[in-house]
């Protein structure tokens, strides 16, 4: 089977979600009616899976699989703050609304 690279981030997603929820891979495939073998190896990407049963895993870890356009990736990970990690800090913040007022009220 080819191996896509791109497979191993939402893997990697879906591994993050599924132990920030405390599950194991049986816990969440007997919740999923799916086998703890096929989490494995849809975890460990040793498996083609249809895109209906990763969307319907992803969602039941609170996650939602969106395509984006390729140029507005870049955007698209500033926003959720998986930009460029110069600054260590988001795109934008609410508080930052806050210094422009104050600025503005001076």
């Given at each position: 089977m080819k191996h896509i690279?791109?497979?191993?981030?939402i893997a990697?997603?879906?591994i993050q979600a599924r132990k920030q929820r405390r599950l194991t891979?049986?816990?969440l495939g007997k919740?999923?009616?799916?086998?703890?073998?096929?989490?494995?190896r849809l975890e460990g990407c040793r498996i083609d899976s249809r895109i209906t049963t990763i969307a319907e895993i992803?969602?039941?870890?609170?996650?939602?699989i969106?395509?984006?356009?390729?140029s507005m990736v870049p955007t698209v990970n500033a926003l959720i703050g998986?930009?460029?990690?110069?600054?260590?800090?988001?795109?934008?913040r609410l508080d930052d609304a806050d210094d422009?007022?104050?600025?503005?009220?001076?």
């Open positions: 690279e791109a497979f191993d981030k990697a997603s879906l891979q049986a816990e919740r999923l009616s799916l086998p703890q073998s096929y989490v494995s992803a969602r039941y870890l609170g996650l939602e969106m395509l984006v356009p390729a998986q930009g460029t990690k110069k600054s260590g800090r988001p795109l934008y422009e007022v104050a600025a503005d009220e001076a």
